[in-house]
Nanobody, 118 residues
Framework: VQLEESGGGTVQTGGSLRLSCVASGSTSSINAMGWYRQAPGKQRELVASITSSSGTTNYAASVKGRFTISRDNAKNTMLLQMNSLKPEDTAVYSC????????????WGQGTQVTVSS
């Protein structure tokens, strides 16, 4: 499975951005997708995830109520709608997909920069 991200950029505090992650390849093998982020000097953080079968979502406490993850299985696309952005949301955001195709795999996108200015 290959992943291509888009939608990063710079926005002011309180603004919104939407990240997109398009999957290609053996997409029917994907069990779950999600987003991690990493800010300079900080550990990588799981932001949100969504399962393929039931659409169950999970959010980091720091983004709950502000970010919404969704998935369009027909278009093999996952979205992360980010509202009420804060400077501490500044990071490189990377999408991932995990599943099983002859063996377990974990695929990553290239990462996209999100910068929130104060």
């Amino acid at each position: 499975v290959q992943l291509e991200e888009s939608g990063g950029g710079t926005v002011q505090t309180g603004g919104s951005l939407r990240l997109s992650c398009v999957a290609s390849g053996s997409t029917s093998s994907i069990n779950a997708m999600g987003w991690y982020r990493q800010a300079p000097g900080k550990q990588r953080e799981l932001v949100a995830s969504i399962t393929s079968s039931s659409g169950t979502t999970n959010y980091a406490a720091s983004v709950k109520g502000r970010f919404t993850i969704s998935r369009d299985n027909a278009k093999n696309t996952m979205l992360l709608q980010m509202n009420s952005l804060k400077p501490e949301d500044t990071a490189v955001y990377s999408c991932y997909a995990e599943g099983y195709y002859y063996s377990h795999y974990l695929s990553w996108g290239q990462g996209t920069q999100v910068t929130v200015s104060s």
